[in-house]
Every structure is written in C-alpha cells, then in structure tokens.
C-alpha cells in the first residue's frame, strides 16, 4: 500500500503537497480505458488539497449511490438519476467523447477511490458499504460504457475464465439450454459464448439457478457477463481492503491526513455526502416577520425543531443558535431583519444592553460583518449529523438522528400530520432504523409535498441540504400557486 509523504525536490511542489506513491509517475496512457479496476496504486504527486477534494468528490456520488439504493427506484429511473448527478459531480467520459478531458476526469477518478480506500478500510462495516458503492458505481458505468471499449477493457483484465469449445458446448447443450429460460430460439443458444469459472466465483448466478455448475465450474453465458466482472471487481477491492488495513497503523502516523481520513469516514457513515449549498431565487426575501410561516411550511426538521424550542425558551445554547442562525441566513433573512429576529425570540428574557452586547455581534459575526469577516455557509446534512454531538440539553442536530425512536415519531405527528401507523410512517422509522437519516428525510418531504416516491427534491435527489429542503418546499409552493394564478408573498429584495 501506499505511504504518503511530503513531496521533495519537484520545482513546484509546496509543503502541503504529498506523493501517493514511491515510484515515478506514469508516463502518458496510464487510462486507456475509462472503467477501471485499480489494480494499481497511484504513480502521481498530488497536493493536500486534490487529495481532500477528489476524496469528497467521488465520497459524495458514493453516497448518493447508497441513498439512491436505499429508496427502491425502479432501475430506469435509479440509473438516470445517478448518470446525471455523475456527470455533474464525477464525471467520466469515454475515450470516443471530443470535449471532455479525459487525463483529468480519470485522474481524478483514481485518486478519489485510492483516498476512500484508505478512509473505508478501517473496520468490516466501513470495507462492506466501500466495496457495496463502488461495485454499484462500476456496474452503472460498465453497462453505460462504449461497446468496444468495455471489450478491448475486459481483454486486458487477466480473469480466470476459460472459453468453453464448441465441442463441449454441443455435448453439454440440454443442460445449459436448461438454465437459459429466457433464451427460448435454437438461433439464441447457438450465438451465445460460454466461460467456465470457478463456482465460487458466482454465488449469485448460483443462488438464482442460472448457469450450470459441474465439475467445480459455473458454465456462465456471455449475456451474463457482467455478474462475473462485478464478482471479480468485488472480490479484488475486498481482498485489497483488508491488506489495507493491515497496513493503516503505519498511516497514523501521518498528522496530515489522518484526521482528513477520518473525517471521510465519518461522513460515509452518516450516509450523507458533504452536500454542497448555493442559495436558489426561492431562498430570496426573507423578512422577520415572515419566518414564523415559513418555518411553519418549510422548515425540516433539524430546524423547525431549533424553531420551535426557541420560541418555547426564549433561548437557544450555542450551536443550535449557529445551526438555525446560517441557515436562516441562507433561506434569504438579511442582517438587519436577522437582529430584529433574534431580539424579538429572546423578548423579555434579556436586556438590550446584553442582546447588544453579547448577541448581535455574533449574529454580525456569522454574517461576515466583524472579526475574520468570513462568509460562513449554512451546515449542510453531513455537518449537522457528524460535528457537535448534542447534549441532553441540546436542541441542535438531527431528530432522525438525535431523538429517540418514540419522540420522533411524535414529532412527526405532531409537526408534520404523519399518520402514526400508517405505511409513510413505517417507510421513514425503517429508514432511521437503518441509520439512512437523509433517506428518512426525502420520505419526509415526499409525503409532506404530494410529491410521488422516489422523485425527492425532484430528478430522484435526496436530501442532503437543510436550505435545500426548504428552497424546494418554497419552489413547489410557487408552482402550486402559480398553477392556480395566485402570487406567493414575498418581501421587498
Ligand atoms: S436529514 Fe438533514 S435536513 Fe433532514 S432533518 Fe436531518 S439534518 Fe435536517
């Protein structure tokens, strides 16, 4: 496995630059191809910061992958999902593609998976999800690949089939026409291929009866080609994984990358990936007065529940007040009306004096008006179920992640008008109970909409994004509205 250390002696190289691997790098042609099973560590010296950020990129299409499996679309509409959220955020074009760069498209792609790898090989449960999301990525590009290309990828793979002959497939014909039900024309069964490959090597082909097993060999037809590449794409990363791990504690020594790694891993297993946030024309407008009807159709609940304790307490402990705090901000509430907000919530239980004092120059502060005068961003999904573990005190986080079995669904019925024991119900506890938060979530907001299951945010997207739950909350109500011809009341921009 690969050592990271600094990188020396290259003109361009800064102190945060790290080199994945001892030997020198490729020289051109290293992706002849674009599926791949990396085989092969990286050759490249790459800096901290592609390290981190093709680690998170392929770290969210992965997650997607997961949340996407998790919500039983029909297939056509997981694959169009997944094709466009990869082509946007982890795209990988085929070598016939004019405009794409493919040197950097795979590069990057590389590097992602030999970051993971590092990050997911730290206990079974992480290498069992890895090896589950990568398959899933691999197969969607195997069958979206070019024809030519996936078979000039597969020659140069050396797999353990054998070609059964022409004589051994006449002889051995009843049988195998046996397991071919679906191929009922003579004509089929004559243009059809066969590998012999060891039994174990197709458990599922196997387990539903589809090829014929003798001798120690599974006769596979080439139309099921795929179950034996994913087998053997599986088999590899699972037997890389663990050499892996094997060889971690010698990455701990690295003060750079392990809290990198271990923040990744983190955020896989919270099922989110760091979901990304740019305020929409519906987050626009926001003014104090407006926030208590808002909250009311449009918040999530990680903040309607924020919302509502504020209002109750007259008071929220610091990283509640930072949660509800940027993501008001992002659903369009100004400076100003954000002080006339929070003053108005505390009310008589603190001084104008102390509000002044101690309060707005906080509320300025995360709006980029004082100290380092950053532009904080909203906590996306990822932040909110991983950092600052609440308290029992605490009123921030996830209450699909945070609060008991019993409260949630309370919770639901209560905010949401879900019906305690009908099936939307079941659909969300048994998405919480498989720790899948984010999945709970688009259930949520699919029942809460009228908005069929499996269309998410829309286009199959989960929730990832508290502002983003809201914005499109916001959206469909505009369309509902303007539907019938009536405006939405906004505020003055
Ligand atoms: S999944 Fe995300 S948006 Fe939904 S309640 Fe949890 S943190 Fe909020």
């Known amino acids: 496995m690969f050592k990271p250390s600094t990188r020396h002696n290259v003109p361009a190289a800064t102190a945060h630059d790290v080199k994945l691997h001892k030997r020198a790098s490729a020289a051109s042609g290293r992706y002849p191809f674009r599926l791949n099973f990396y085989d092969r560590p990286p050759l490249l010296d790459i800096t901290l910061d592609e390290f981190e950020t093709c680690a998170l990129e392929r770290l969210r299409v992965l997650s997607y992958l997961e949340s996407l499996s998790h919500r039983n679309l029909p297939a056509a509409q997981f694959a169009t999902a997944l094709a466009t959220y990869t082509k946007e955020h982890l795209p990988l074009s085929s070598n016939t593609a004019r405009l794409a760069n493919l040197e950097d498209e795979r590069r990057r792609d590389e590097i992602g998976h030999w970051v993971l790898r590092l990050s997911f090989s730290r206990s079974p449960e992480l290498r069992a999800r890895f090896v589950r999301a990568e398959t899933a990525l691999f197969k969607h590009r195997f069958e ?4 030519g290309e996936r078979a000039a990828f597969l020659r140069g793979l050396s797999l353990d089939w054998v070609v059964v002959t022409d004589d051994e497939k006449a002889a051995l014909a009843p049988k195998l026409r046996a397991c071919m039900p679906w191929s009922t024309k003579d004509d089929a069964f004559r243009a059809e291929s066969f590998f012999k490959v060891p039994w174990s090597g197709v458990p599922d082909l196997i387990a539903t009866r589809r090829v014929y097993v003798s001798a120690g060999y599974a006769y596979v037809p080439q139309s099921l080609q795929i179950s034996l590449v994913l087998q053997a794409f599986s088999t590899r990363l699972e037997r890389a994984l663990e050499h892996t791990a094997r060889n971690l504690p010698r990455m701990d020594e690295d003060e750079r990358l392990g809290p990198v790694i271990d923040h990744l891993a983190a955020s896989f297993l919270a099922g989110v990936g760091a ?5 929409t024309e519906s987050g626009a407008a926001v003014t104090a007065e407006m926030v208590d009807d808002v909250a009311r159709k449009h918040f999530p609940p990680c903040m309607l529940n924020l919302y509502d304790r504020l209002k109750r307490d007259h008071h929220l402990k610091h990283f509640g007040r930072l949660q509800l705090g940027l993501f008001l901000k992002g659903i369009g509430l100004p400076l100003d009306e954000a002080i006339v907000f929070w003053r108005r919530m505390y009310g008589a239980t603190m001084s104008d004096d102390k509000f002044n004092k101690e309060y707005k120059y906080n509320i300025r502060h995360s709006y980029g008006q004082e100290g380092r005068r950053a532009n904080y961003s909203p906590k996306s999904c990822q932040q909110i179920l991983t950092a600052n573990q ?22 639901l019925v209560d905010k949401y008008r879900i019906d ?3 099936p939307e119900m079941r659909d969300i506890m048994d998405s919480v109970k498989a720790s899948h938060y984010h999945v709970a979530c688009t259930r949520l907001f699919e029942v809460t909409h009228g908005v069929k299951k499996g269309e998410g945010l829309g286009n199959a997207e989960s929730v990832s994004h508290p502002n983003k739950y809201t914005d499109r909350s916001r959206e469909l109500e505009k369309e509902t509205l303007a539907a019938k011809g009536e405006d939405v009341v906004m505020a003055e921009a």
């Open 144 to 147: 979206s690949d070019d024809a």
């Open 275 to 279: 979901g990304d946030y740019a305020p």
């Open 420 to 422: 305690r024991s009908g």
């Open 390 to 411: 609440p308290g029992t005190q605490d009123s921030h986080g996830c209450p699909f992640r945070h609060f008991s079995p019993e409260n949630l669904q309370s919770f």
